[in-house]
């Protein structure tokens, strides 16, 4: 198991939101001085890895990004075999295509929706925990999310 993961449920429906395309982003390194403004910039726009989540809505392998090095692989925490391993501490991202989600249901009322993607930031502290699980609850006109475990 990847050390993050993610799972969506679809609250208007009552069930889990398959296939939905998840990137997720190496941000910025640890927040050094909240105080100042820069500590804030995003480093990379660029996603080192995506998904789809599974007939249970889960993501649980990420697939690498084929434009990345091999020295970005490895920074990240992802073996020679290209599973992922570790964890580095920092800013990261994950992106959800609810958009997209929601456009596969239509026609009708249930392909609306509000957001057409829902961007969630998290940190991973130094040291990092053994593993991060993203839930995200989304209807068509709201979401919320919180730590899993």
Known sequence: ????????????????????????????????????????????????????????GRITNWVLNPENSK???????????NEWSTLKSGNYKIKFLTGQYFHKLGPGPQARTFFPFV??????????????????LLSNFSYTTYRGS
């Open 1 to 56: 198991m990847p050390p993050v993961t993610c799972h969506i449920l679809d609250t208007t429906r009552g069930v889990p939101a398959e296939s939905v395309t998840c990137a997720i982003y190496f941000v910025s390194e640890l927040i050094s001085n909240p105080e100042e403004e820069s500590s804030y910039d995003v480093a990379s726009s660029k996603p080192f890895a995506m998904g789809k989540t599974n007939k249970d």
């Open 71 to 81: 020295d970005t692989n490895q920074e990240l925490g992802f073996t020679e075999s």
């Open 119 to 136: 961007e969630i930031y998290f940190t991973v502290n130094n040291p990092p925990d053994h593993h991060y699980h993203i839930p995200l």
